[in-house]
């Protein structure tokens, strides 16, 4: 099965910074079938991106999506205090799909 | 919008079969895969398997011996089955709208195995 590991493990940023987010596979994810989820405190995930770059529906054009292969990134441009929340990607292009362990963004 | 709901016992003792089932309104089932995951406490996210509403199963190989997941479209439901379970399957478990990319979520059940 393919392993994502995403990077850092937590991100400590202020509202209105930019925040970079990585995934990196094991091996290729096929057709880029990666998706990112947002996961707030005792709550389900939501789905942001899928396709690596293709945004769900009704979320915030400060969400973006990149990358290809191996390597993928998810981008927050300008942070709101909504977005204080643990991130997750997912890969889908082969089975069984897999998640990433998370990454943190905190309030700094 | 759809919406699904998460269904079940939260206690079930070791060696003994976990059951959910997920009700999904605002929607039907027809037409569309729908998923599993589970997250022990504290921990990340793991797929267990998607049905598509004709009865077509996927399950992740790691659960694959213990895991059963059926479809009934005339109630707009579908469940899972965990069997022989331990402590270990201890987790919230969610239930998801698609197979792959996971559109919506239930809010999630906690299923605490333990005697």
């Known amino acids: 099965e393919i392993v994502l590991t995403q990077s850092p493990g937590t991100l400590s940023l202020s509202p209105g910074e930019r925040a970079t987010l990585s995934c990196r596979a094991s091996?290729?994810?096929?057709?880029?079938?990666l998706a990112w989820y947002q996961q707030k405190p005792g709550q389900a995930p939501r789905l942001l991106i899928y396709?690596?770059?293709r945004r769900a529906t009704g979320i915030p054009d400060r969400f973006s999506g990149s990358g290809s292969g191996t390597d993928f990134t998810l981008t927050i441009s300008r942070l709101e205090p909504e977005d204080f929340a643990v991130y997750y990607c997912?890969?889908?292009?082969?089975?069984?799909?897999?998640f990433g362990q998370g990454t943190k963004v905190e309030i700094k | 919008q759809v919406q699904l709901q998460e269904s079940g016992p939260g206690l079930v003792k070791p060696s003994e079969t976990l059951s959910l089932t997920c009700t999904v309104s605002g929607g039907s089932i027809s037409g569309y895969y729908w998923s599993w995951i589970r997250q022990p406490p504290g921990k990340g996210l793991e797929w267990i398997g998607y049905?598509?509403?004709?009865?077509?199963?996927n399950y992740n190989p790691s659960l694959k011996s213990r895991v059963t997941i059926s479809v009934d479209t005339s109630k707009n439901q579908f469940s899972l089955k965990l069997s022989s379970v331990t402590a270990a399957d201890t987790a919230v478990y969610y239930c998801?709208?698609?197979?792959?990319?996971?559109?919506?979520w239930g809010q999630g059940t906690l299923v605490t195995v333990s005697s």
């Open positions: 396709g690596a770059s």
């Open positions: 049905i598509y509403y004709s009865g077509d199963t």
């Open positions: 091996q290729s994810v096929s057709s880029s079938y």
């Open positions: 997912q890969q889908y292009g082969s089975s069984p799909p897999t």
């Open positions: 998801a709208k698609g197979g792959w990319e996971l559109v919506a």
